[in-house]
């Protein structure tokens, strides 16, 4: 047997994947040098905390290729080709460990790299380190960009609960992938950045070490009390002080797994639920889906159409819906739906009638919740109408209090706004009174030429000042002539992308798109105050362009696919309470495959959390092509799966609304749909977990005295288990009734009070029945445990003494030529007490383990502070 030291533990606790706060930084940025000084002796600490240059050795290697030695990395030399580190192969796992010259504090590190762009470049990479090179935890997950620019990362160097700082001895880098798939990997340069003197590090590896003992005294703690070595447990708490949880769990360990008051139990977790212990825990869970479809009571509603848009006026609960395509023309009609009365409203039939736009398809609408007014933009124009005369890009106002239309400008592009584009986005700030729109093609008359070599154009990013009626333009496209300037901004646009505005972070989120035949998988911030563009998902390549400024991804595919798609079809909105953005993927516009009974054809609902900067995938639909407009999956009603849709959200009632699109049936090209449905995304309730609690109580109270007391068991399960069930849910339901079967099953291995009077008694006997037991009043099920345990032990006492008296009487009247038979059967009474007492063990052992491990279940839902470890001690014993 090899034993793991447990001081493991500490690191594997502290093992986490790292967040987008592990951003890229240019060396002479000043983020670079994010000091944290000690308060309380503020001017010397500040100065040790100062990041210096660390030394460090090549400890460890996989492997290396001929004359590209690991040692090479110390030294920077990006004009020498050689003047590097190659693994001899691509296959995992392939890795160097630095040695630093002692214990320090490493906050960065550098990544130089040659004078120009290299396929064995290492595309993805994961950084290691610890005071031990067999225990290190995660410091940094990342990638390169593939150019000659070096490149600095922060690392991780605090301890999982931020409280203390992470000392660092050895690191291990471990390339993933190169940018050349099937090229070895290769490291130019390596600079560690951080402090490593004593009088700065001491204090750290004191606490650090600390954390680490008091990790493993929770460990050993838990293992004791698991295995029920109280006298050990006891002992160790009281010589090292250490609590092993909060007082509430200890209490709720001991009224469970010890004593088995089930109904201080319920009390407990009870409390717990309604002092918000478990929010944490209900934060973290997935949202449960329910789409419903929206059956109006008006007489009329919008048709069938696609390319059309909505917006949603939250405080008077109305959803506005203007224009699109039929399949035979564009639209020009005005819809609105009143929410509480459930009711669709034609406001125009024909917009351009009354000072509004013409019809249109491919638009943008946003609506200002200040000025109640909804702002229009863009549109598609087929290519035998695209005129010098007919392509301008106006920009319309629909007052939704007067009901009027306001043509602001005939043409954007004469005041700074954009050329006229489709498949953009906008967005407002209503606080700042602004609108932004990005991306879209633009559409000029020099499309109307049939020859090819005029490549697309794209539209950057274009603020409009409501107040001011005035057009800046903030971004350029990466492929605009000015974006060569060293002043001017500029970013990759596309079309069919995602945007949305955090009012609170001041923050527009950019995902997807598509651009000619590239899909873009990226995921872009821009911070509209302080003009700060980040990338979120970082496996993406992102290129900087003139001045360094600019975003510009080279790379379509995405390596990690935990992620939406990119596609035509995707929808996002977002929630700036929950900080969630929300996207709807539907039907991709697949050459050559758009039918929609085609395998792809399936719906995928995401979520994104600012807060931890992660993606979840709330569900997948495949679609049933015999099910029309709808797909059936677990008898729920789905939208089928569709593009030209869209999709609204109504952040006050936290509820979607999807209308209409083009479904995609190649046999019926024309074919557009009017179904309207509502989107409700549910987490888990503190009632739902209670109830579930309370159901998981009940049933191991009931499965024990199902072993005592079948009768009152049988009661208990019809008048109390009974109370938590969802009678309405066929799983739960299905569970109860599994529950009742207990009642008549029959173990000849169980001791006697374990066999249920209600089986089919042995061969030979007959069932009887405790006349004292009344099905309607039961005792306590702890009186009942005593009570079989007593019984239990006089039968064993009384069986020894009829043998006793047995063999007494036959020594007497037999004389001494029966003591072989009187000795025979006093060792048969004395295995058969021996076998019942180790029966009785074992039932009481299984008994703790039963409830020990219903304990573990509910502390999962506390806080982490407040429980034991999550893991084992035997988690470090390798048999």
């Known amino acids: 047997m090899?034993?793991?030291?447990?001081?493991?533990?500490?690191?594997?606790?502290?093992?986490?994947?790292?967040?987008?706060?592990?951003?890229?930084?240019?060396?002479?940025?000043?983020?670079?040098?994010?000091?944290?000084?000690?308060?309380?002796?503020?001017?010397?600490?500040?100065?040790?905390?100062?990041?210096?240059?660390?030394?460090?050795?090549?400890?460890?290697?996989?492997?290396?290729?001929?004359?590209?030695?690991?040692?090479?990395?110390?030294?920077?030399?990006?004009?020498?080709?050689?003047?590097?580190?190659?693994?001899?192969?691509?296959?995992?796992?392939?890795?160097?460990?630095?040695?630093?010259?002692?214990?320090?504090?490493?906050?960065?590190?550098?990544?130089?790299?040659?004078?120009?762009?290299?396929?064995?470049?290492?595309?993805?990479?994961?950084?290691?380190?610890?005071?031990?090179?067999?225990?290190?935890?995660?410091?940094?997950?990342?990638?390169?960009?593939?150019?000659?620019?070096?490149?600095?990362?922060?690392?991780?160097?605090?301890?999982?609960?931020?409280?203390?700082?992470?000392?660092?001895?050895?690191?291990?880098?471990?390339?993933?992938?190169?940018?050349?798939?099937?090229?070895?990997?290769?490291?130019?340069?390596?600079?560690?950045?951080?402090?490593?003197?004593?009088?700065?590090?001491?204090?750290?590896?004191?606490?650090?070490?600390?954390?680490?003992?008091?990790?493993?005294?929770?460990?050993?703690?838990?293992?004791?009390?698991?295995?029920?070595?109280?006298?050990?447990?006891r002992a160790l708490q009281e010589q090292t002080q250490v609590q092993l949880e909060h007082t509430v769990i200890s209490e709720l360990h001991k009224c469970l797994v010890v004593s088995g008051d089930y109904e201080r139990v319920e009390q407990l977790i009870t409390d717990c639920v309604n002092e918000g212990l478990i929010d944490l825990y209900l934060a973290q869970q997935d949202y449960k889906h329910t789409w419903r479809m929206q059956h109006t009571q008006s007489s009329i509603q919008p048709g069938n159409r696609g390319g059309?848009?909505?917006?949603?006026?939250?405080?008077?609960?109305?959803?506005?819906?203007?224009?699109?395509?039929?399949?035979?023309?564009?639209?020009?009609?005005?819809?609105?739906?009143?929410?509480?009365?459930?009711?669709?409203?034609?406001?125009f039939e024909q917009t351009e009638l009354f000072n509004g736009p013409t019809p249109r398809s491919c638009h943008k609408m946003v609506f200002d919740a200040i000025s109640e007014n909804i702002f229009m933009l863009g549109r598609y124009l087929d290519n035998s109408i695209r005129t010098t005369d007919y392509i301008k890009s106006d920009f319309f106002l629909y007052d939704t209090r007067a009901r009027t239309w306001l043509q602001i400008c005939d043409d954007t592009s004469q005041v700074g706004g954009?050329?006229?584009?489709?498949?953009?986005?906008?967005?407002?700030?209503?606080?700042?009174?602004?609108?932004?729109?990005?991306?879209?093609?633009?559409?000029?008359?020099?499309?109307?030429?049939?020859?090819?070599?005029?490549?697309?154009?794209?539209?950057?990013?274009?603020?409009?000042?409501?107040?001011?009626?005035?057009?800046s333009q903030i971004l350029v496209d990466c492929h605009h002539p000015t974006a060569a300037q060293p002043d001017v901004l500029s970013i990759k646009s596309r079309i069919t992308h995602c945007m949305v505005f955090h009012m609170k972070n001041r923050k527009l989120y950019i995902y997807g798109g598509q651009r000619g035949k590239e899909d873009i998988d990226d995921f872009i911030t821009y911070d509209v105050d302080t003009q700060a563009i980040s990338v979120l998902n970082k496996d993406n390549t992102v290129c900087g362009g003139a001045g360094g400024s600019s975003v510009c991804s080279h790379n379509t595919v995405s390596d990690a696919k935990n992620e939406p798609s990119p596609g035509y079809t995707l929808r996002a909105t977002i929630d700036c309470d929950?900080?969630?953005?929300?996207?709807?993927?539907?039907?991709?516009?697949?050459?050559?495959?758009?039918?929609?009974?085609?395998?792809?054809?399936?719906?995928?609902?995401?979520?994104?959390?600012?807060?931890?900067?992660?993606?979840?995938?709330?569900?997948?639909?495949?679609?049933?092509?015999?099910?029309?407009?709808?797909?059936?999956?677990?008898?729920?009603?789905?939208?089928?799966?569709?593009?030209?849709?869209?999709?609204?959200?109504?952040?006050?009632?936290?509820?979607?609304?999807?209308?209409?699109?083009?479904?995609?049936?190649?046999?019926r090209p024309q074919m557009r749909l009017d179904d309207f449905w509502t989107l409700v995304l549910e987490k888990p309730k503190r009632c739902e977990i209670l109830m579930h609690c309370r159901y998981l109580v009940r049933k191991l109270h009931y499965e024990e005295m199902v072993r005592v007391d079948p009768l009152n068991a049988m009661y208990y399960l019809r008048n109390h288990v009974a109370e938590v069930i969802d009678h309405s849910n066929p799983e739960q339901l299905n569970n109860f009734h599994k529950l009742a079967s207990l009642l008549f099953r029959t173990d000849d291995n169980c001791t006697t009070v374990g066999r249920s009077p209600l089986a089919t008694p042995p061969l030979g006997k007959t069932l009887k029945m405790d006349s004292s037991v009344q099905v309607g009043h039961p005792e306590t099920h702890d009186n009942k445990v005593k009570m079989a345990n007593e019984k239990q032990q006089e039968d064993e006492e009384d069986l020894s003494m009829e043998s006793c008296d047995s063999t007494a009487t036959a020594s007497s009247a037999s004389g001494n030529s029966d003591t072989v038979m009187s000795s025979s059967a006093s060792s048969h009474a004395h295995n058969r007490r021996n076998t019942s007492k180790r029966g009785h063990n074992d039932y009481l052992q299984e008994l703790r383990r039963r409830r020990a491990f219903l304990f573990n279940k509910i502390v999962k839902l506390m806080p982490s502070s407040m429980v034991q470890p999550e893991r084992n001690l035997s988690d470090f014993v390798v048999m």
Not at 454 to 464: D, M, R, V
């Open 308 to 347: 059309h848009q909505l917006v949603v006026d939250t405080k008077k609960c109305l959803v506005y819906l203007y224009g699109g395509w039929d399949g035979y023309r564009d639209l020009s009609d005005l819809w609105v739906f009143d929410i509480g009365n459930n009711s669709w409203s034609l406001l």
């Open 2 to 233: 090899d034993a793991l030291s447990p001081t493991a533990c500490v690191d594997a606790a502290y093992c986490t994947t790292s967040s987008p706060s592990n951003e890229r930084i240019k060396p002479e940025d000043p983020r670079s040098y994010n000091n944290n000084p000690r308060s309380n002796t503020a001017v010397a600490e500040t100065q040790l905390a100062e990041v210096e240059k660390l030394s460090y050795e090549i400890h460890r290697y996989s492997s290396f290729s001929t004359n590209y030695f690991p040692e090479n990395i110390l030294v920077d030399c990006p004009s020498d080709q050689s003047s590097r580190w190659s693994a001899h192969t691509n296959n995992p796992p392939q890795y160097l460990t630095l040695k630093l010259k002692r214990p320090a504090i490493v906050k960065r590190i550098k990544f130089g790299k040659f004078e120009k762009s290299h396929v064995c470049n290492i595309k993805k990479f994961r950084i290691f380190g610890g005071l031990d090179e067999d225990r290190m935890v995660l410091l940094l997950e990342g990638g390169l960009r593939n150019d000659n620019i070096p490149e600095v990362f922060n690392l991780r160097c605090k301890t999982e609960d931020g409280s203390e700082e992470l000392p660092i001895l050895y690191m291990k880098i471990v390339p993933l992938l190169s940018w050349g798939p099937t090229f070895n990997f290769s490291i130019w340069y390596i600079e560690l950045h951080g402090q490593d003197d004593p009088m700065y590090t001491s204090e750290s590896l004191k606490n650090y070490n600390m954390l680490r003992e008091v990790e493993i005294v929770k460990l050993c703690l838990k293992h004791f009390r698991q295995q029920g070595y109280d006298a050990a447990f």
């Open 578 to 667: 929950r900080d969630e953005i929300y996207i709807f993927s539907s039907l991709s516009k697949l050459k050559d495959r758009r039918d929609i009974q085609h395998i792809d054809a399936s719906n995928s609902f995401w979520v994104y959390s600012l807060r931890t900067y992660t993606w979840s995938r709330i569900y997948t639909c495949r679609h049933n092509s015999d099910a029309g407009n709808i797909s059936l999956k677990s008898d729920m009603l789905e939208p089928c799966p569709r593009y030209a849709h869209q999709l609204v959200y109504d952040d006050v009632a936290k509820k979607h609304y999807l209308f209409g699109g083009n479904p995609g049936k190649s046999a």
């Open 418 to 471: 954009p050329h006229l584009v489709y498949d953009h986005q906008m967005c407002i700030d209503s606080d700042k009174r602004t609108i932004y729109v990005f991306g879209g093609k633009i559409l000029t008359p020099r499309s109307v030429s049939n020859t090819t070599s005029n490549e697309a154009e794209y539209s950057g990013l274009f603020s409009y000042h409501i107040a001011t009626n005035t057009w």
